[in-house]
């Protein structure tokens, strides 16, 4: 697999990695509302069949009004029943800026080409120790096969050795013995009792 195939798929990868979950059952966004005249609810949605709650409470069947200008009709267990949207007061959320990925991902690119490169060295590096190695290895077996060849001539050499035949001495040669058996007496007897 090439490198760049590899970056590929890593790139891929942290796409998906990076994309918002989906939610299975997205439960329903409650936001805060100010009442007119003092106190504040929480509305799941802002529509017929939304509920209001008020300190965690479904609000008591009635009318509401909203500080700005919503009048809410409340039936049982907080359900609205009926909405009249008011026109609301210079109040403008501003949109959350999404993060800058691209930044994100030429920084996690940048690091990924890099440690490719420093992998990319090591393995040439490896690969020159290895064609040394073999080399070495190569003159090794040369040098073994000198040896192997001269031991297997000791061998044989050896073999001549024992199976050469065994000649009886020579009684005309003479063989000196420096050693008398009494001087060989006299020094064992001293050797032992000293």
Not at 118 to 136: D, G, I
Request: proline share 7%.
């Amino acid at each position: 697999m090439e490198a760049k195939e590899i970056l590929s798929r890593v790139k891929n990868l942290f796409t998906e990695l990076m994309a918002p979950p989906v939610p299975e059952n997205p439960a329903p966004e409650v936001k805060e509302y100010e009442i007119k005249g003092g106190g504040k609810v929480t509305i799941d949605k802002l529509e017929a069949g939304g509920i209001v709650m008020i300190d965690g409470a479904p609000a008591l069947p009635g009318d509401l009004e909203l500080v700005d200008g919503t009048k809410i009709k409340i039936v049982d267990n907080g359900v609205i029943e009926v909405i009249e949207l008011g026109t609301p007061e210079a109040e403008v959320e501003t949109p959350e800026v999404p993060e800058d990925m691209g930044a994100k991902f030429s920084a996690f690119e940048t690091s990924t080409n890099e440690k490719f490169t420093a992998y990319e060295a090591k393995l040439s590096a490896y690969e020159q120790r290895f064609a040394a190695n073999e080399t070495q290895l190569s003159a090794y077996k040369v040098e073994l096969g000198k040896h192997k060849e001269m031991i297997e001539k000791l061998l044989q050499f050896g073999q001549l050795m024992v199976d050469a035949p065994i000649s009886q001495p020579d009684p005309a040669t003479k063989i000196n013995n420096n050693f008398k058996e009494e001087d060989m007496k006299i020094k064992a007897s001293s050797i032992l009792f000293n």
